[in-house]
């Protein structure tokens, strides 16, 4: 209310200088006129400037007479749909960024037409993680490695042989590695090892391969699949290793957080997106084949927040495409109350659904597990969820 007043009172208040330079400029030419030359025989044209000042205002007042009538009537809209209130309370639509006044103003902090600050990982992606996405533009030039890179000096395949190039990042000033080998090797910067093998080998039932994944995409009349996201995707291994065998084209969702997984992925020939878990996915409705979530959805992010990213791989997902939960962790106790109950309102076909302990040291500590679940689109969407979706967000 008091938002809506403030905008009623600004516009008052143009409308009023509007209306004044206008009559200002109205007295001063009638004032002109007033003086004629004693050999004047026909009145004094109206100057060019004038009548152009004139157009101008009064079309001025036109509009803000317009934009004062919407918002007068504006108040008596009803309120927003409780959807769009509980969305903008979990990822704000871009207006987050003026509840982060101090990130804000460091972010805007530098100089126009000259090389961007190094703030990427400081400030740029604080500012998305908390709702702030997609950040403002601005027009600096933005950072680049000294030394560019030579055509010859990128790996031609995505599984190279020789570690990448470290000159192709711009490491940070704080950060202890200045090198892809000196990353942990469980971040999935081992491409000659750990990723090499990865979504080819199975060491439990939770792992499914592309093999057989591919498989099941063409029994189920799935395939092929062309087109895919891979959200949290971590280097893009999905994406290489997709590329290889069937030439799709796969999207990584990727935030570096501490270690370079976007340049990881750009230089072994694939597309990354720099985009927080909490964002709508860039992508037009209908036109993925595959979906699948990474091992950093889980438990940690907010159970809201979950289902609208489940609802928005729907969104994004063919008829009849296949949506791939890898390897999601949460405690027990809440696999059946919480997480089963959401990812089932999906209406989806089951193709596999496997639960296993999660072994390591967190995993024993706070009773956790892991689930895989493929599952596929139905090619009508359920009927009369709506309201039991709403009550589950809301808990």
């Not at 025989?41 to 157009?55: E, G, I, K, M």
């Not at 702030?132 to 042989?161: A, D, E, N, V």
């Not at 059946?336 to 496997?354: D, M």
């Amino acid at each position: 209310m008091k938002g809506r007043m403030g905008v009623g009172m600004g516009l008052n208040l143009l409308l009023l200088v509007a209306m004044v330079a206008a009559n200002i400029l109205s007295l001063y030419h009638l004032s002109s006129l007033r003086q004629p030359s004693p050999t004047a025989t026909s009145a004094h044209p109206v100057p060019d400037h004038l009548l152009r000042q004139l157009h101008t205002i009064r079309a001025t007042i036109s509009h803000l007479t317009r934009l004062r009538s919407a918002t007068s009537s504006s108040s008596s809209l009803a309120p927003p749909p409780p959807e769009l209130i509980l969305f903008s309370h979990i990822a704000p639509i871009a207006s987050a960024c003026s509840d982060h006044p101090e990130l804000l103003r460091l972010y805007m902090n530098y100089t126009p037409f000259s090389p961007c600050p190094r703030d990427t990982l400081s400030v740029a992606e604080p500012l998305m993680l908390r709702g702030c996405h997609p950040l403002p533009r601005r027009r600096c030039f933005s950072p680049t490695p000294p030394k560019p890179l030579i055509s010859s000096s990128l790996p031609s395949h995505p599984f190279p042989s020789s570690p990448l190039p470290d000159s192709a990042v711009l490491w940070p000033p704080t950060n202890p590695c200045r090198s892809f080998s000196c990353l942990p090797s469980h971040l999935g910067f081992d491409l000659k090892s750990i990723e090499l093998s990865r979504f080819l080998s199975v060491r439990s039932a939770l792992d499914l391969t592309l093999p057989q994944l591919l498989t099941i995409a063409k029994a189920s009349g799935a395939a092929p699949i062309r087109l895919a996201v891979d959200v949290a995707g971590g280097t893009a291994t999905l994406a290489a290793r997709l590329k290889l065998m069937t030439n799709a084209t796969v999207l990584t969702t990727t935030m570096n957080l501490g270690a370079p997984y976007s340049e990881a992925a750009a230089l072994r020939g694939l597309v990354p997106l720099h985009a927080p878990l909490q964002q709508r996915l860039p992508l037009h409705d209908g036109t993925m084949d595959l979906v699948r979530t990474g091992h950093a959805v889980n438990r940690w992010i907010p159970v809201p927040v979950l289902e609208f990213l489940l609802f928005d791989a729907d969104r994004v997902l063919k008829a009849g495409g296949l949506l791939w939960v890898d390897h999601f962790f949460c405690k027990s106790t809440d696999l059946s109350t919480i997480y089963s109950p959401l990812i089932v309102r999906l209406g989806y076909k089951r193709i596999k659904w496997a639960v296993g302990n999660k072994t390591d040291a967190g995993g024993i500590k706070y009773g956790e597990v892991y689930l895989t679940a493929l599952l596929q689109k139905p090619i009508s969407p359920p009927l009369a969820t709506a309201a039991v979706s709403v009550g589950v967000v809301k808990a």
